[in-house]
T-cell receptor, first 111, second 114 residues
């Protein structure tokens, strides 16, 4: 069945450091891939997505590339800010209805 | 994107009781989803609720334990019935926007059963 494996946290970085959160997936077909972010006290928000192989999703300085050969969708940001402190969830969806989520990675950025 | 108001944001309940979680959307949506996030685990879909029809439950979830109402296109409730400590989780509602493939999530209900 479909599943997502996500890098465990928590992750603590200094401001302006480089961020990578690893995500790999297992799917029977050709899923769309997503990163969601949950800021403290708020709901999950879509951060970025990619719908086919080699697509790159980007938003707010974050990027992730859909790698079919390695079944990965790693999240990266070149220079994190304190305001990026949140929980990040990798997810996939084949049907467009049901999502499969990773366990989430908590990121804390310190000044 | 759609704005979802979910409440309560948290509650502590006695075992054997029931809690109803409400999800209000600021626009009409066809499909609403209820998820559970147990401590240290990923989100798991409980059921899909479409207006005017019975909710569709995923494997491992039953209507008697998690009855769902969907009286109109902007509102849904999930009830966690006859609670036990194993039901302690975060419950989230989500909607699929009719205008595209985006999904919006509520802020979640953190439930603790004692």
């Amino acid at each position: 069945g479909d599943s997502v494996t996500q890098m465990e946290g928590p992750v603590t970085l200094s401001e302006e450091a480089f961020l990578t959160i690893n995500c790999t997936y297992t799917a029977t077909g050709y899923p769309s891939l997503f990163w969601y972010v949950q800021y403290p006290g708020e709901g999950l928000q879509l951060l970025l997505k990619a719908t086919k192989a080699d697509d790159k999703g980007s938003n707010k300085g974050f990027e992730a590339t859909y790698r079919k050969e390695t079944t990965s969708f790693h999240l990266e940001k070149g220079s994190v800010q304190v305001s990026d402190s949140a929980v990040y969830f990798c997810a996939l969806s084949e049907s467009g209805n049901q999502f499969y989520f990773g366990t989430g990675t908590s990121l804390t950025v310190i000044p | 994107s759609a704005v979802i108001s979910q409440k309560p944001s948290r509650d502590i309940c006695q075992r054997g009781t029931s809690l109803t979680i409400q999800c209000q959307v600021d626009s009409q949506v066809t499909m609403m989803f209820w998820y559970r996030q147990q401590p240290g685990q990923s989100l798991t879909l409980i059921a899909t609720a479409n207006q005017g029809s019975e909710a569709t439950y995923e494997s491992g979830f039953v209507i008697d334990k998690f009855p769902i109402s969907r009286p109109n296109l902007t509102f849904s409730t999930l009830t966690v019935s006859n609670m036990s400590p194993e039901d302690s989780s975060i419950y989230l509602c989500s909607v699929k926007r009719d205008s595209g493939d985006g999904y919006t999530f509520g802020s979640g209900t953190r439930l603790t059963v004692v």
